[in-house]
């Protein structure tokens, strides 16, 4: 089957890790892929972009699978559970509220930490880094959601060598709160259609 432009897209999830090392100010790129996944679930009602535009899932399809760097074992049962991957959503945003956190302080006028952290945790050296040229908040920004990045895609990693290659999409934040998103507007959606045939047959 002839390919589509969007099977390339790990293309640009690649190019966007490796960008984030020459400059962090290239970190803002991936609000497009925190942003594109709600625009499409709220609009269409559906995952398209899980399905067909998610770069880092045909990353880890095509380093797991075709690459054959994957176990292809069946992810266990609380990774797919309901209370795993909205507890997990749970505290995915909470580290993200405080990095715009640390985001306002910076722009409030605290020092600027130049800082990756990896799993929340662990700080990487990120010197060479110049970010003299922009402004202090929007640096901290960068640090904050490239270390979001690089921690989602290194567990993405994790879990693709221990079991299937998008297991990470089991339990991925971003696919839960999408999943939430077309579940609630096609309730409506289903709600409204049934009022409408209601209103028909009573006429």
Sequence with gaps: MKKKWYDYLWIFSSIYLILGFFNILFAWLGLI??????????????????????????????????????????PPAFLRSKWFRYGFLTFFMT????????????????????????????????????????????????????????????????????FKPRSWCVYCPMGTMTQGICTIKNRKELKQWKNEQNKSLNS
């Design 95 to 162: 580290m993200f509220m405080l990095m715009i956190y640390n985001t306002y302080l910076v722009f409030a006028g605290a020092s600027l930490r130049e800082a990756v952290t990896l799993l929340w945790v662990f700080k990487l050296p990120w010197q060479w880094t110049n970010t003299a040229f922009v402004t202090p908040w929007i640096a901290q920004f960068a640090f904050g959601f490239y270390s979001v990045m690089l921690t989602s895609t290194v567990l993405g990693l994790i879990t693709m060598i221990l």
């Design 33 to 74: 892929c925190f942003i594109l996944p709600l625009m499409i679930s709220i609009v269409k009602g559906n995952k398209t972009y899980c399905n067909k535009y998610c770069g880092r899932g045909q990353l880890f399809e095509l380093i797991g699978g075709k690459w054959g760097l994957s176990r292809k074992k069946t």
